[in-house]
């Protein structure tokens, strides 16, 4: 019987993950992994929220994520990696907490008021959008997990779910846990523009790309707009790089804050420098990155296995929540449904 504390978290396969992705998750799931039992979900259905038009690149779009997550050192020894879709469960439990969760609770989440801000021209929001909270609930649900590891912006997410767990309690019975967040050390890190790193905005660094794309991504990465050569007085605080190099050569920060500030640091010695830390990062995952690109069965062979873990736990949740429901069976067999 398993007795570590239950952790669900996941991504969207939307697009090839990124330094954002690994430094605000991955790193921490990495460590969890130890001392939890750890479910990481490929969010397809989550995926069609936003984007259900040109859905043909999908299962690559799936495979890629399995791969990052693989190669940023989640182990499948360790914990359970499998796909949304491939876990029915998820989607009747969405159903049965969608009649109980109010209607402004989801109206009025900032998440989704964002999510449709940043929806295409003319595109208007789906009916399965403004649901998101509610199936990103039943996705934590279904799993009792106690543990739900985010970045800072998605907080609100994880205070949802409680928010459905406890109605839920309240009306039928104590059926659910009520997650509680994890707070990544992190904080938020910038995109090369010095927004949030994020695909859609095009600035981000993929923990996929080729030595030569992120040299030549850092070569053009923002810095302070008023610091255009050596010798004028920079703002480290404002400047990208300098959040990055806060994270991976902490060391150095502040020698380097200092000679920014009185102007004789050169902008391009930081580049170089972040370049080569990038870089390091990104060589210590690429053994395990080729060997599965080149073993794809064996990637394809580790969802199935966790797709067969997790449905049976997303069985026995579901089969308490139809008990409390009165929708289980009736003795007979039937449905007690009158054809
Ligand atoms: S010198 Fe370094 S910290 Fe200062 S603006 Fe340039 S890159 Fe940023």
Same mark, same amino acid.
């Given at each position: 019987?398993?007795?570590?504390?239950?952790?669900?978290?996941?991504?969207?396969?939307?697009?090839?993950?990124? &330094?954002?992705?690994?430094?605000?998750?991955?790193?921490?799931?990495?460590? $969890?992994?130890?001392?939890?039992?750890?479910?990481? !979900?490929?969010?397809?259905?989550?995926?069609?929220?936003?984007? #259900?038009? *040109?859905?043909?690149?999908?299962?690559?779009?799936?495979?890629?994520?399995?791969?990052?997550? &693989?190669?940023?050192?989640?182990?499948?020894?360790?914990?359970?990696?499998?796909?949304?879709?491939?876990?029915?469960?998820?989607?009747?439990?969405?159903? &049965?907490?969608?009649?109980?969760?109010?209607?402004?609770?989801?109206?009025?989440?900032?998440?989704?008021?964002? !999510?449709?801000?940043?929806?295409?021209?003319?595109?208007?929001?789906? #009916?399965?959008? #403004?649901? =998101?909270?509610?199936?990103?609930?039943?996705?934590?649900?279904? #799993?009792?997990?106690?543990?739900?590891?985010?970045?800072?912006?998605?907080?609100?997410?994880?205070?949802?779910?409680?928010?459905?767990?406890?109605?839920?309690?309240?009306? =039928?019975?104590?059926?659910?846990?009520?997650?509680?967040?994890?707070?990544?050390?992190?904080?938020?890190?910038?995109?090369?523009?010095?927004?949030?790193?994020?695909?859609?905005?095009?600035?981000?660094?993929?923990?996929?790309?080729?030595?030569?794309?992120?040299?030549?991504?850092?070569?053009? !990465? /923002?810095?302070?707009?008023?610091?255009?050569?050596?010798?004028?007085?920079?703002?480290?605080?404002?400047?990208?790089? /300098?959040?990055?190099?806060?994270?991976?050569?902490?060391?150095?920060?502040?020698?380097?804050?200092?000679?920014?500030?009185?102007?004789?640091?050169?902008?391009?010695?930081?580049?170089?420098? &972040?370049?080569?830390?990038?870089?390091?990062? $990104?060589?210590?995952?690429?053994?395990?990155?080729?060997?599965? *690109?080149?073993?794809?069965?064996?990637?394809?062979?580790?969802?199935?296995?966790?797709?067969?873990?997790?449905?049976?736990?997303?069985?026995?949740?579901?089969?308490?929540?139809?008990?409390?429901?009165?929708?289980?069976?009736?003795?007979?067999?039937?449905?007690?449904?009158?054809?």
């Amino acid at each position: 019987m398993e007795s570590r504390p239950r952790v669900l978290s996941g991504h969207r396969p939307t697009s090839a993950l990124h &330094l954002g992705n690994f430094e605000g998750t991955i790193r921490e799931w990495v460590k $969890l992994q130890a001392d939890h039992e750890c479910l990481f !979900m490929i969010a397809d259905w989550h995926a069609l929220t936003t984007g #259900y038009r *040109q859905l043909a690149e999908l299962p690559d779009l799936i495979f890629q994520v399995a791969v990052d997550w &693989l190669a940023a050192g989640v182990d499948p020894a360790r914990s359970t990696l499998f796909v949304q879709s491939h876990v029915k469960e998820h989607a009747e439990l969405h159903l &049965l907490l969608s009649m109980v969760t109010p209607w402004t609770w989801v109206y009025r989440n900032p998440t989704v008021a964002e !999510m449709i801000d940043h929806l295409a021209a003319g595109e208007s929001a789906s #009916y399965g959008l #403004y649901g =998101y909270p509610v199936l990103q609930a039943a996705d934590i649900l279904l #799993y009792g997990a106690g543990v739900v590891p985010v970045g800072e912006d998605q907080v609100g997410h994880v205070e949802i779910c409680r928010r459905i767990a406890r109605r839920f309690n309240e009306l =039928y019975g104590e059926v659910f846990v009520e997650p509680v967040e994890r707070l990544s050390d992190t904080p938020l890190l910038p995109g090369t523009d010095g927004r949030k790193m994020s695909k859609s905005l095009g600035n981000t660094i993929d923990l996929s790309d080729s030595p030569d794309v992120v040299t030549d991504k850092i070569a053009h !990465m /923002f810095t302070d707009p008023q610091k255009l050569r050596v010798g004028n007085p920079g703002r480290p605080e404002i400047c990208p790089i /300098f959040a990055w190099l806060k994270l991976y050569a902490p060391d150095r920060c502040g020698q380097i804050a200092a000679e920014c500030r009185s102007g004789e640091r050169d902008c391009r010695e930081d580049k170089a420098l &972040l370049t080569e830390l990038v870089l390091e990062l $990104l060589e210590r995952m690429s053994d395990v990155r080729r060997r599965y *690109q080149t073993e794809p069965d064996t990637v394809w062979d580790i969802l199935r296995e966790g797709e067969r873990h997790a449905r049976a736990i997303a069985a026995e949740t579901i089969e308490r929540v139809r008990e409390v429901l009165h929708l289980a069976l009736g003795p007979s067999g039937s449905s007690g449904v009158d054809s």
